[in-house]
């Protein structure tokens, strides 16, 4: 085990505290300290609040190997971020396609309601009479 108190040893890798890893994996704490001390999970030890605590390494999708492990935090910080930037990047055209497609149909919507404006009302159209009442006055 790795002790460190400020950074982790992998940069493409995260550290969840125990609680929540436990939750992430719907387990209890004392399993995920069995699961550590077993080897089952890679973690590490960190200067805490009230004493070392485990942090659990958890690899970061596409950053496997970007990093080099001796890397400043800024450069970690900009990979990690261009990392998110690249797999947002679908969601954003998607939103962009939708935002599109809301103002098409709005102008549509527009375009209908001003048409049915012009067009007289039918309820001057209408005889003065129910049309049950009309049925058997022929």
Not at 21 to 27: I, M, N, S, W
Not at 47 to 69: C, D, E, I, N, T
């Amino acid at each position: 085990m790795i002790h460190r108190s400020h950074a982790l040893s992998d940069p493409g890798a995260t550290g969840l505290s125990v609680g929540d890893a436990a939750t992430r994996l719907g387990v209890s704490e004392k399993t995920v300290r069995r699961w550590i001390k077993a080897g089952r999970l890679q973690a590490e030890l960190e200067a805490g609040k009230f004493g070392p605590q485990y942090r659990v390494l958890v690899p970061l999708p596409g950053l496997a190997g970007a990093v080099p492990a001796d890397a400043d935090p800024r450069t970690i910080a900009l990979t990690i971020a261009a990392a998110i930037d690249e797999r947002q990047a679908p969601l954003r055209d998607e939103i962009d396609r939708l935002g599109r497609a809301v103002q098409d149909l709005t102008r549509a919507i527009e375009a209908l309601l001003q048409s049915s404006s012009a067009e007289p009302a039918r309820g001057d159209a209408r005889p003065s009479r129910p049309r049950w009442r009309l049925l058997g006055a022929r």
